[in-house]
């Protein structure tokens, strides 16, 4: 089994080009189902996802292959609409190639996602609108089978939630509806405006992404064609990467990271007492040599602060002076890295869905699990922070979003190895 040994007590002085956004890769992979023809996608960061997702566009009959930092979609021919249980079980976004294939062939045959465990992770959001969308999609025995004589009709959809994936799978199946369709209640995140972008270029209508209300003029299928495209970098990576220079009383130049899409984090960073601004090259931060306390932070749909971001600064805030409280608004269990940091000597106490972290004159190197992904990601955001050395295990879940974070921890000035044994 692998681990990482993560040797603490380092200031975090670097600079790191940042991996492509994860959360944005995935759903483009997908499109490029919808749209047929030939894709180049650029700056796809080598993840465990990715691959997953490969392995689902191959069992369709599709040809997905890596060229360095690019990934090739040939999806010319489609020769299933089946999605295995294996892959769809090893990642959330497997139900991003609902939308996908109900907008390319009017079927698809999934069984419920997997992903990490931060909760119920329902999708009737998804299904609801898709069925306004004239699916008829039936659940049985896990599976679900959906289908659409003809192509989908345009309609009205008001989300009761913004829902991000649901977001996403209403714009695949859309662009190919008859007639016009209109999301209320959109998703707002930067990886909407991304996809949007993408499908655009392949011939699709969309506008308004990025904001409340979406609008998708559909397409007649064959319409729809391949395209290039660079895929946006990771603003939740970056986060990770600055949370741990200013754990540290860092300085770190993250190249390339989204400030536009940052606004929340880097005022958070800014409150603890980081000085973080927009270089022509990225995001650069230097942080004290001792956080102060946030007095609240909650996470919010985008672009409010960003959930995904909360395990790794509730990390970099374990050292911080004085208290601050943690709302976590968007998933029921997403606390699942505060046992382990209570390990490291961490003082945090949790209610539901409220964290008080009360900061602690130091942490200490200590053998942790990774329980999810950005849980796994905020251990090593601490164990940067602690005296001594921390092995975390789980790679496998860290490995689903992060690049080799072992190197990037590395190159930004920490000591951090990945092992066998
Ligand atoms: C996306 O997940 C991201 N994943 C998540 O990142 C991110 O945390 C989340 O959006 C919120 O920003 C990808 O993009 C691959 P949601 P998604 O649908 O689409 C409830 C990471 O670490 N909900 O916006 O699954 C749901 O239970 C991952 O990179 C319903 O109730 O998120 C949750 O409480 C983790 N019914 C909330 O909405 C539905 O049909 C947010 O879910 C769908 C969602």
Redesign the pocket.
């Known amino acids: 089994m692998q681990k990482l040994k993560i040797t603490g007590g380092r200031r975090l002085c670097g600079e790191l080009e940042i991996q492509g956004a994860?959360?944005?890769a995935?759903?483009l992979m997908s499109a490029c189902v919808l749209v047929g023809g030939s894709c180049r996608l650029k700056r796809v960061p080598a993840l465990a996802?990715v691959h997953a997702a490969a392995r689902i566009i191959n069992r369709l009959g599709c040809k997905c292959r890596r060229e360095g930092k690019d990934i090739l979609i040939d999806s010319s021919v489609l020769t299933g609409v089946d999605i295995p249980d294996d892959l769809m079980r090893s990642?959330?976004?497997s139900?991003?190639f609902l939308g996908a294939l109900l907008g390319r062939t009017g079927e698809c045959r999934l069984s419920y996602?997997g992903?990490?465990e931060?909760?119920?992770?329902?999708?009737?959001?998804?299904?609801?609108a898709l069925r306004k969308l004239g699916a008829v999609i039936t659940e049985e025995h896990g599976t679900l089978r959906c289908t659409c004589t003809g192509r989908l009709r345009g309609t009205r959809i008001e989300l009761s939630?913004?829902?991000?994936?649901?977001?996403?799978n209403i714009m695949l199946a859309a662009c190919t509806a008859e007639g016009e369709t209109v999301i209320s209640g959109a998703?707002r995140?930067p990886?909407i405006e991304d996809l949007a972008r993408f499908l655009n270029a392949c011939g699709a209508r969309i506008s308004g992404a990025g904001g409340h209300r979406i609008v998708i003029n559909g397409v007649e299928r064959a319409r729809l064609h391949g395209t290039e495209h660079e895929v946006m970098p990771d603003r939740?990576a970056a986060a990770t990467y600055l949370c741990a220079a200013a754990a540290t009383g860092g300085e770190t130049l993250i190249k390339g990271a989204p400030a536009e899409h940052s606004g929340a984090l880097t005022d958070v960073l800014r409150q603890a007492g980081c000085r973080v601004f927009e270089s022509g090259r990225g995001l650069y931060l230097t942080a004290p040599a001792r956080l102060r306390a946030v007095p609240m932070i909650r996470t919010c749909?985008?672009p409010g602060f960003?959930?995904?971001a909360q395990a790794v600064v509730m990390a970099a805030l374990t050292r911080a002076r004085g208290t601050g409280m943690v709302v976590e608004r968007?998933?029921?269990n997403r606390f699942r890295h505060v046992d382990e940091l209570i390990r490291m000597g961490a003082d945090i106490k949790t209610e539901g869905r409220v964290a008080v972290v009360t900061g602690v004159d130091r942490l200490s190197g200590a053998a942790v699990v990774a329980p999810?992904?950005?849980g796994g990601a905020a251990l090593c955001v601490a164990a940067c922070a602690a005296e001594g050395e921390t092995e975390v295990t789980g790679l496998n879940l860290i490995d689903?979003?992060y690049e080799a974070i072992e190197k990037a921890l590395t190159e930004l000035g920490g000591k951090a190895e990945r092992v066998s044994g």
Do not use: Q
């Not at 931060?118 to 609801?128: A, F, N, T």
């Open positions: 994860k959360n944005s995935l759903p996802d990642m959330r976004s139900v991003i996602p992903g990490c931060l909760g119920p992770r329902p999708i009737d959001l998804h299904l609801s939630f913004p829902s991000v994936g649901a977001t996403e998703a995140e990886e939740i749909p985008y960003p959930t995904d968007i998933f029921e999810d992904l950005r689903r979003g």
